[in-house]
């Protein structure tokens, strides 16, 4: 009876702790001023890759050096970000010195995947999202909903919480959601410091949002 009791004490002692982590992490956004901050950037197949691009576009030099997250299935968007990468240092011959990563994970998602399936295949991605992410330990993450995401956002987002490095989320919810949130929308609502939509029906549905118009 006695073990139990202490069992149970113990269970609840480390219950109140991880909620006062969470509560901390989530509150917190202080970022300390530095020239320079390292980002990880979450690109998906088609229009996820080309959105986050253009964003990255008008960013400056000082976000350095860049990782990329891929699925490990995407060579599109590998393309696409060597292309880009390629480009800005044609375009400004100081981007040539500016380092920049591509890195790889399994999909979260297939297309037409089963959604009970999905649930498997997530928690595999994100058993893999995580050495990356406390390898990398970006100052910040930007994504704007591809499934590959919600890994890396979690992911994130625990090395906070084990106390390693806050890291800040900032998702950008893409053009073509218009009043409602994409699924990785909804899932990471929550863990992003910064939520930015482009239409007013959602700043409207979500008040803690940030809308700051067409963005891309």
């Known amino acids: ?55 990255l576009g008008s960013l400056s030099n000082a ?55 999905t649930v498997f295949t997530t928690l595999h991605s994100m058993w893999l999202s995580f050495p990356l992410i406390h390898r990398v330990k970006p100052d910040l993450v930007l994504c704007n909903g591809p499934g590959t995401c919600v890994p890396i956002c979690v992911s994130a987002f625990l090395l906070g919480i084990l106390g390693i490095k806050k890291v800040i989320i900032v998702y950008v919810e893409s053009i073509c959601r218009v009043e409602t949130l994409s699924m990785s929308g909804k899932i990471l609502f929550h863990l992003s410091d910064y939520f930015i939509v482009q239409w007013p029906a959602l700043k409207e549905k979500y008040p803690k949002s940030v809308y700051l118009g067409r963005i891309v």
């Open 63 to 117: 976000y350095s050096p860049r990782h990329y997250v891929i699925a490990d299935t995407d060579e599109m968007s590998a393309n696409k970000i060597n292309c880009f990468e390629l480009d800005r240092a044609d375009r400004d011959p100081s981007n040539m010195y500016t380092k920049y990563y591509i890195h790889r994970i399994p999909r979260s998602r297939e297309v037409q995947q089963s959604w009970p399936s």
């Open 1 to 55: 009876m006695v073990c139990v009791v202490i069992l149970a004490a113990a269970a609840g002692a480390v219950a109140v702790f991880l909620i006062l982590r969470i509560w901390v992490v989530l509150r917190s956004r202080d970022v300390t001023p530095r020239e320079s901050l390292s980002i990880l950037v979450v690109a998906g197949s088609g229009g996820h890759t080309t959105e986050i691009l253009r964003l």
